[in-house]
């Protein structure tokens, strides 16, 4: 079984919800991604989306979009990040997602990509702009080789598109909170409740709401009608905010781990008290 279906597995029986977190892959260096990977482990996050840089991200706002830049700056590229995933996956099981754009693996070749990322260790992708209309050639080989491919959708998708990405998403579906791109917009919650709940009537595959979650507060509020929620620009923030200093990964896995603690409140299951710097 995939890492991702069996860390839902095991949240369900817990009465847990996800903690997915997202980081640029090489931002602000690839030691740096390497170390939060491990912090955000220990600080209870459930799964790791690893944006792979591109040079022209059209579902990403400013903060994203900043991070990619520099980590293309720094030379990180597809081969590089699939390099660096089979490097850290000899020291961690944690589920490794990559989100990207379809250039990239298009240009590698994409039944190449999916046995070398699983081959390194990754557990799934997430591609912003491949429609699943548009991914004739990759969902098949994707399901023979147990790669799960993950789409999105929206509060204003139709019912044929729900529909149809709850038939051909796997691990989860990625619910963006509004119409926009990461860190703005304003979400609606009823409408996003409604969606949420149209969208659980055609699947039981897990259903993660993304976009916009900003703070503890938020965390919880989504959570508590979806089977996860899915934060980034938040954190790719904090790192930027504290990148010169020397104890930035505790700051980002302080920030992490509110998130966790928000969205567990109720577990059955704690999450344990972080080493102190002291």
Do not use: H
Not at 48 to 75: C, H, M, N, T
Not at 140 to 157: D, H, M
Not at 173 to 201: H, N
Not at 253 to 273: Q, T
């Amino acid at each position: 079984m995939n890492r991702i279906n069996e860390v839902f597995d095991e949240l369900k029986r817990e009465g847990r919800k996800a903690l997915i977190c997202f980081i640029t892959l090489g931002y602000p260096d690839l030691k740096s991604t390497e170390e939060l990977i491990f912090e955000f482990e220990k600080r209870g996050v459930d799964i790791i989306e690893l944006g792979i840089p591109f040079s022209d991200p059209l579902a990403d706002g400013p903060v994203i979009q900043y991070s990619s830049q520099e980590a293309l700056r720094k030379g990180v590229s597809l081969k590089k990040a699939v390099e660096f995933v089979k490097k850290v996956r000899r020291k961690t099981s944690i589920p490794l997602v990559f989100m990207g754009y379809y250039n990239p693996i298009f240009k590698f070749g994409e039944k190449l990509f999916i046995d070398k990322a699983l081959e390194a260790g990754v557990d799934g992708l997430i591609l912003a702009d491949l429609p699943p209309e548009e991914a004739g050639n990759i969902i098949p080989y994707a399901r023979e080789r147990n790669f799960p491919l993950i789409f999105l959708l929206t509060p204003v998708s139709s019912d044929y598109r729900i529909k149809l990405i709850c038939r051909v998403s796997e691990g989860f579906v990625y619910c963006v909170s509004y119409t926009g791109v990461t860190g703005r917009g304003y979400r609606e919650e009823d409408l996003l409740r409604k969606f949420i709940k149209k969208t659980r009537s055609y699947t039981e595959v897990p259903l993660c709401i993304g976009f916009g979650i900003s703070s503890p507060f938020d965390a919880e509020k989504l959570s508590s009608f979806a089977d996860g929620v899915i934060v980034g620009s938040a954190i790719i923030k904090r790192i930027r905010e504290n990148e010169n200093r020397e104890d930035m990964i505790y700051r980002v896995g302080e920030f992490v781990l509110s998130l966790s603690r928000a969205i567990r409140k109720n577990s059955l299951k704690d999450i344990p008290e972080p080493p102190s710097l002291d």
